[in-house]
Protein backbone atom coordinates (compact mmCIF):
# COMPACT_ATOMS: atom_id res chain seq x y z
CA UNK A 1 0.00 0.00 0.00
CA UNK A 2 1.25 3.43 -0.59
CA UNK A 3 -0.34 6.75 0.40
CA UNK A 4 0.39 10.28 -0.35
CA UNK A 5 -0.29 13.30 0.49
CA UNK A 6 0.07 17.00 -0.08
CA UNK A 7 -0.77 20.84 -0.14
CA UNK A 8 -0.53 23.16 -2.76
CA UNK A 9 -1.13 27.18 -1.84
CA UNK A 10 -0.54 30.03 -3.34
CA UNK A 11 -0.84 33.75 -2.95
CA UNK A 12 -0.39 36.72 -5.08
CA UNK A 13 -1.67 40.28 -5.72
CA UNK A 14 -1.79 39.74 -8.99
CA UNK A 15 -4.50 36.83 -10.71
CA UNK A 16 -2.35 36.23 -13.89
CA UNK A 17 0.63 35.17 -11.45
CA UNK A 18 -1.11 32.44 -10.18
CA UNK A 19 -3.44 29.23 -11.27
CA UNK A 20 -7.10 28.30 -11.04
CA UNK A 21 -8.54 25.67 -8.69
CA UNK A 22 -7.97 23.17 -11.54
CA UNK A 23 -4.50 23.51 -11.46
CA UNK A 24 -3.89 23.56 -7.88
CA UNK A 25 -5.59 20.37 -7.45
CA UNK A 26 -3.93 18.84 -9.95
CA UNK A 27 -0.01 20.15 -8.24
CA UNK A 28 -1.30 19.07 -5.19
CA UNK A 29 -2.04 15.43 -6.27
CA UNK A 30 1.19 15.31 -8.41
CA UNK A 31 3.09 16.47 -5.20
CA UNK A 32 1.10 13.45 -3.20
CA UNK A 33 1.95 11.31 -6.20
CA UNK A 34 5.74 12.01 -5.69
CA UNK A 35 5.23 11.53 -1.73
CA UNK A 36 3.92 8.17 -2.51
CA UNK A 37 7.77 7.15 -3.09
CA UNK A 38 6.29 5.15 -6.07
CA UNK A 39 7.77 6.35 -9.50
CA UNK A 40 4.58 6.96 -11.88
CA UNK A 41 2.07 5.78 -8.83
CA UNK A 42 -0.29 7.79 -11.07
CA UNK A 43 -0.86 6.66 -13.91
CA UNK A 44 -2.39 3.67 -11.97
CA UNK A 45 -4.84 5.54 -10.22
CA UNK A 46 -8.70 4.04 -10.66
CA UNK A 47 -10.65 6.35 -9.13
CA UNK A 48 -10.40 9.96 -9.01
CA UNK A 49 -12.82 11.78 -5.86
CA UNK A 50 -13.16 15.68 -6.16
CA UNK A 51 -14.88 17.17 -3.27
CA UNK A 52 -16.64 19.61 -4.91
CA UNK A 53 -16.05 23.38 -4.53
CA UNK A 54 -17.19 26.93 -5.37
CA UNK A 55 -15.89 26.68 -8.54
CA UNK A 56 -18.00 25.88 -11.81
CA UNK A 57 -16.03 22.92 -13.54
CA UNK A 58 -18.25 20.42 -14.99
CA UNK A 59 -16.24 17.38 -14.25
CA UNK A 60 -12.82 18.44 -12.29
CA UNK A 61 -11.86 14.77 -11.27
CA UNK A 62 -11.92 14.02 -15.21
CA UNK A 63 -9.32 17.40 -15.44
CA UNK A 64 -7.25 15.61 -12.72
CA UNK A 65 -7.13 12.24 -14.31
CA UNK A 66 -6.21 13.17 -17.46
CA UNK A 67 -3.59 15.89 -16.10
CA UNK A 68 -1.52 12.68 -14.27
CA UNK A 69 -2.09 10.45 -17.51
CA UNK A 70 -4.95 8.41 -15.73
CA UNK A 71 -7.56 8.43 -18.73
CA UNK A 72 -9.33 5.30 -17.59
CA UNK A 73 -9.94 6.35 -13.98
CA UNK A 74 -13.53 6.86 -13.01
CA UNK A 75 -14.61 10.02 -11.50
CA UNK A 76 -16.39 10.98 -8.67
CA UNK A 77 -17.57 14.38 -7.90
CA UNK A 78 -19.19 15.15 -4.76
CA UNK A 79 -21.01 18.15 -3.75
CA UNK A 80 -20.56 20.73 -1.00
CA UNK A 81 -22.83 19.46 2.05
CA UNK A 82 -21.12 15.95 1.77
CA UNK A 83 -18.72 15.23 4.82
CA UNK A 84 -15.20 14.87 3.82
CA UNK A 85 -14.37 11.69 5.98
CA UNK A 86 -16.74 9.66 3.86
CA UNK A 87 -14.31 10.60 0.77
CA UNK A 88 -11.34 8.41 2.36
CA UNK A 89 -14.00 6.10 3.59
CA UNK A 90 -15.67 5.52 0.01
CA UNK A 91 -12.26 5.20 -1.27
CA UNK A 92 -10.99 2.81 1.27
CA UNK A 93 -13.29 0.80 1.39
CA UNK A 94 -13.65 0.40 -2.35
CA UNK A 95 -9.53 -0.77 -1.90
CA UNK A 96 -10.74 -3.53 1.14
CA UNK A 97 -13.31 -4.98 -1.08
CA UNK A 98 -10.59 -5.54 -3.82
CA UNK A 99 -12.63 -3.23 -6.36
CA UNK A 100 -9.81 -0.55 -6.52
CA UNK A 101 -5.99 -0.64 -6.03
CA UNK A 102 -5.25 3.02 -6.36
CA UNK A 103 -7.46 6.05 -5.53
CA UNK A 104 -7.27 9.73 -5.13
CA UNK A 105 -8.92 12.02 -2.94
CA UNK A 106 -8.41 15.35 -3.37
CA UNK A 107 -10.12 19.10 -3.48
CA UNK A 108 -9.39 22.73 -3.91
CA UNK A 109 -10.01 26.72 -4.15
CA UNK A 110 -8.39 29.23 -5.74
CA UNK A 111 -10.44 32.07 -3.63
CA UNK A 112 -7.66 34.42 -3.17
CA UNK A 113 -7.04 34.92 -6.47
CA UNK A 114 -10.69 34.81 -7.72
CA UNK A 115 -10.92 37.77 -5.06
CA UNK A 116 -7.72 39.71 -6.14
CA UNK A 117 -9.42 39.24 -10.07
CA UNK A 118 -12.65 41.12 -8.63
CA UNK A 119 -10.61 43.69 -7.00
CA UNK A 120 -8.12 44.62 -9.44
CA UNK A 121 -11.04 44.24 -12.62
CA UNK A 122 -9.06 41.81 -13.91
CA UNK A 123 -9.76 38.21 -13.44
CA UNK A 124 -7.58 35.74 -14.22
CA UNK A 125 -8.15 32.92 -16.89
CA UNK A 126 -9.89 29.53 -15.52
CA UNK A 127 -9.84 25.99 -17.00
CA UNK A 128 -12.95 25.78 -19.33
CA UNK A 129 -13.93 21.77 -19.34
CA UNK A 130 -17.85 23.01 -20.52
CA UNK A 131 -17.70 19.93 -22.94
CA UNK A 132 -16.78 18.11 -20.68
CA UNK A 133 -18.63 14.80 -20.15
CA UNK A 134 -20.50 14.36 -16.52
CA UNK A 135 -18.86 12.55 -13.87
CA UNK A 136 -19.07 8.89 -13.24
CA UNK A 137 -20.72 9.51 -10.34
CA UNK A 138 -21.81 12.41 -8.71
CA UNK A 139 -22.18 11.73 -4.99
CA UNK A 140 -24.71 13.79 -2.56
CA UNK A 141 -25.66 14.16 0.62
CA UNK A 142 -28.37 11.75 2.00
CA UNK A 143 -29.96 12.54 4.71
CA UNK A 144 -29.03 15.68 7.89
CA UNK A 145 -25.17 16.86 7.70
CA UNK A 146 -25.43 16.96 11.45
CA UNK A 147 -27.91 14.84 13.36
CA UNK A 148 -31.21 16.30 15.42
CA UNK A 149 -29.66 14.52 18.22
CA UNK A 150 -26.50 16.94 17.97
CA UNK A 151 -28.52 19.85 16.98
CA UNK A 152 -31.03 19.47 20.16
CA UNK A 153 -27.36 19.39 22.25
CA UNK A 154 -25.56 21.83 20.14
CA UNK A 155 -23.56 19.78 19.26
CA UNK A 156 -22.55 21.17 15.40
CA UNK A 157 -19.39 23.51 16.68
CA UNK A 158 -15.76 21.78 16.34
Given at each position: ?????????????????????????????????????????????????????????????????????????????????????????????????????????????????????HITGAPGTVTDDAD???????????????????????????
Amino acid sequence: MCIGAALVSQRSDDPDAGVDAARLIVDAVRAAGRDTGVSNALAGVQLVAVAGGSWTYRNAPRLVAQAIGATGARTHLIVPGVLQSGLFDRALSAIARGQLDLAIVCGGEAKWRELRGHITGAPGTVTDDADAPLPDEVVQRHGHLISPQEIARRMYDA
